[in-house]
């Protein structure tokens, strides 16, 4: 009989364990389980995917706080590397807002650009949810309703906006956002105290970076070394865009510039506090 309790006590404890290592494995990764099937899915290209080694999209999500209920806003998502895994992500629980240059019906770069990413958004169903709204550098602008967005993210802009641009697409973010919300910045790093010239053009200071946020009222949280890369030494003939996958020189020493990779990026969180 003293065997039978012992046997059917540790049956008992044995399913315990089981039904908590499975709750674990069950409810640990649903609030991204949706960022992970995104990232994985066979629905991004084949060239988009290559570039995980380097820009990290499920780790750099995750650092900034990103579930798919949220309401997020992604500013000049450009050909849309980031929208590939943002609009499935949110499709359902959440919403994605890209904040992109408007259609003047000029043909230039501004307006050919909202074009090629309205034909993309068109031309795939998990596209159907994203909606867009304009955005324009160094003008106010309102990248979603004022107090609406749960989370604003910008990827690699902040050098082509000049520090004009900058502050007021912080003052933006902070006016789109939530109290409680989140700014995420991933951006070329200028190495500390390294002076911009035309060698390292394209880079941006971290401290700049911070100090423009904190104007904007923004509360630096914390920094992410996960799209850190220490070959890359911020110092080249053609600034940044020397680099993969610009590699602005073509040829010469290409191999050189492969086997450094992509830039090495800041990865910056910041929130809108609650007053």
Do not use: C
């Amino acid at each position: 009989m003293k065997t039978i309790k012992t046997l059917l006590s540790a049956s008992i404890i044995s399913l315990s364990l089981a039904s908590v290592s499975y709750a674990e494995q069950t409810s640990k990764p649903m609030a991204n389980l949706q960022l992970e099937q995104a990232v994985a899915s066979e629905n991004r290209s084949a060239a988009n995917k290559m570039r995980d080694q380097y820009r990290h999209p499920k780790q750099t999500l995750e650092f900034f706080g990103f579930n798919p209920s949220m309401t997020v806003v992604e500013i000049t998502p450009g050909g849309g590397w980031y929208t590939e895994i943002l609009a499935p992500a949110l499709k359902g629980k959440g919403k994605l807002i890209g904040a992109h240059y408007p259609d003047t019906g000029e043909d230039n770069y501004y307006s050919n650009s909202r074009k090629k990413l309205v034909k993309k958004l068109a031309n795939h169903k998990m596209f159907s949810e994203v909606e867009l709204s304009n955005f324009v550098p160094k003008k106010a602008s309102e990248l979603a309703p004022a107090g609406t967005a749960d989370m604003v993210l910008t990827f690699r802009n902040l050098h082509n906006w000049g520090e004009e641009g900058v502050s007021q697409v912080f003052i933006d973010a902070f006016k789109a956002l939530k109290a409680g919300g989140i700014l995420g910045v991933v951006e070329h790093r200028l190495p500390k105290g390294a002076t911009a010239n035309d060698m390292n053009s394209g880079y941006v200071s971290v401290e700049k970076t911070i100090a423009q946020a904190e104007a904007a009222g923004f509360t630096f949280i914390a920094s992410s070394e996960v799209n850190a890369n220490a070959k890359d030494k911020a110092s080249y003939e053609k600034g940044v865009w020397t680099l993969p996958p610009s590699l602005a020189l073509k040829d010469k020493e290409r191999e050189k510039y492969l086997a450094i990779g992509e830039s090495d990026r800041m990865t910056l969180k910041f929130t809108k506090v609650a007053k």
